[in-house]
């Protein structure tokens, strides 16, 4: 048996989307991206291999995750074992730090802790480049949650090419994402469905290639420029260009229900009203308003006022992955 090793890896909010892959086994997107890593939503997992299993034992949150259900965890053991060298089956504890759970559990945290704590566990001691390559392997927004801060999820055309770097790790910007919970159920579409049917269906897919592009060209120095208006445009149009996708496939769907458009409604009267904030949505109908801190009490009043103060979580920029003893 070897030792146990437990990883602590935060979730992360895309302020230019990852909405498509170009190659589906290995998770190669068709663009770059970029997001924030938060400091309240995380996961924390451990690996141990035990040469006395004959299958992986997956727990998450307490529950034996079923072979169907651990599939895309048992993929990355095998990617682990491979670059390893050992055939050796292990046990994974995964326990999600999210509250309201399923609504803003995000499998960025999940495979980005599972990447840290099975490669130490089998020996490696990678690289953060070749750790957030692995990551990858699990789920793409995992890419960027190797790192905290402001993150860039480099396309690349292969696996060796395809990683995250921190844009700026330590963020000296006082900024704050108020994550909404709009509906903690699981998603009908999952992000992979729904991504790969925008690339193959959407007229506007190569539109979208293109802003990409032009985004992170202009929000990049917004960012390192602290400005907050710029990066707040881009990320609000960037992410309602993402959702056009959804609307513009065939068939048609959307992440949105009445209450992210309600609140989407909140946040651009808070904005006329002078409170400067803007809003941002992954495949889900939760909405996360990106703010100034000194813009936190009128943002969450109103939102609390609207919504109910449980449904209002406060989130800064937080870490990049952490071992624990
Ligand atoms: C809308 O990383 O969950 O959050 O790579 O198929 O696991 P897979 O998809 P996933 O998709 C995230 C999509 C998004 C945008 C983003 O995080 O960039």
């Given at each position: 048996m070897t030792a146990a090793v437990t990883a602590r890896a935060h979730t992360n909010i895309a302020l230019v989307k990852y909405w498509g892959k170009a190659d589906t086994d290995l998770i190669i997107p068709q663009t770059d991206s970029l997001s924030l890593t938060l400091d309240q939503f995380y996961t924390d997992t451990q690996v141990q291999f035990d040469a006395a299993l004959d299958h992986d034992v997956v727990v998450v949150n307490g529950q034996v995750l079923t072979d169907q259900a651990s599939r895309k965890v048992r993929h990355v053991l095998d990617i682990v074992r491979d670059l390893a060298g050992i055939t050796t089956y292990a046990t994974v504890t995964s326990t999600n730090h999210v509250p309201?759970?399923?609504?803003?559990?995000?499998?960025a945290s999940a495979f980005a802790a599972l990447a840290g704590a099975a490669s130490r566990a089998a020996g490696l001691r990678l690289t953060p480049r070749d750790l957030s390559r692995l990551a990858r392997r699990g789920?793409?927004?995992?890419?960027?949650?190797?790192?905290?801060g402001f993150v860039e999820w480099h396309a690349g055309h292969d696996d060796a090419s395809s990683y995250a770097k921190p844009l700026m790790e330590d963020v000296d910007w006082p900024i704050a994402m108020v994550a909404l919970v709009l509906d903690p159920r699981q998603k009908k579409v999952s992000s992979r469905q729904g991504m790969q049917t925008s690339v193959t269906t959407s007229p506007y897919y190569p539109a979208w290639r293109e802003i990409v592009q032009q985004d992170l060209t202009a929000i990049r120095p917004a960012i390192l420029a602290h400005d907050f208006t710029t990066t707040g445009e881009i990320l609000e149009t960037n992410a309602m260009r993402m959702h056009a996708l959804t609307l513009s496939a065939n068939p048609p769907f959307s992440y949105f229900n009445g209450d992210s458009l309600a609140a989407m409604q909140t946040v651009r009267e808070l904005r006329d009203a002078g409170h400067a904030c803007y809003y941002t949505l992954d495949a889900g109908p939760n909405v996360k308003i990106f703010c100034e801190t000194t813009e936190l009490p009128a943002i969450t009043q109103r939102l609390s006022d609207q919504?109910?103060?449980?449904r209002v979580l406060v989130a800064h920029p937080g870490p990049g992955i952490q071992w624990l003893d």
């Amino acid at each position: 048996m070897t030792a146990a090793v437990t990883a602590r890896a935060h979730t992360n909010i895309a302020l230019v989307k990852y909405w498509g892959k170009a190659d589906t086994d290995l998770i190669i997107p068709q663009t770059d991206s970029l997001s924030l890593t938060l400091d309240q939503f995380y996961t924390d997992t451990q690996v141990q291999f035990d040469a006395a299993l004959d299958h992986d034992v997956v727990v998450v949150n307490g529950q034996v995750l079923t072979d169907q259900a651990s599939r895309k965890v048992r993929h990355v053991l095998d990617i682990v074992r491979d670059l390893a060298g050992i055939t050796t089956y292990a046990t994974v504890t995964s326990t999600n730090h999210v509250p309201m759970a399923a609504g803003l559990a995000s499998s960025a945290s999940a495979f980005a802790a599972l990447a840290g704590a099975a490669s130490r566990a089998a020996g490696l001691r990678l690289t953060p480049r070749d750790l957030s390559r692995l990551a990858r392997r699990g789920s793409g927004s995992a890419t960027r949650s190797v790192y905290g801060g402001f993150v860039e999820w480099h396309a690349g055309h292969d696996d060796a090419s395809s990683y995250a770097k921190p844009l700026m790790e330590d963020v000296d910007w006082p900024i704050a994402m108020v994550a909404l919970v709009l509906d903690p159920r699981q998603k009908k579409v999952s992000s992979r469905q729904g991504m790969q049917t925008s690339v193959t269906t959407s007229p506007y897919y190569p539109a979208w290639r293109e802003i990409v592009q032009q985004d992170l060209t202009a929000i990049r120095p917004a960012i390192l420029a602290h400005d907050f208006t710029t990066t707040g445009e881009i990320l609000e149009t960037n992410a309602m260009r993402m959702h056009a996708l959804t609307l513009s496939a065939n068939p048609p769907f959307s992440y949105f229900n009445g209450d992210s458009l309600a609140a989407m409604q909140t946040v651009r009267e808070l904005r006329d009203a002078g409170h400067a904030c803007y809003y941002t949505l992954d495949a889900g109908p939760n909405v996360k308003i990106f703010c100034e801190t000194t813009e936190l009490p009128a943002i969450t009043q109103r939102l609390s006022d609207q919504f109910g103060t449980d449904r209002v979580l406060v989130a800064h920029p937080g870490p990049g992955i952490q071992w624990l003893d």
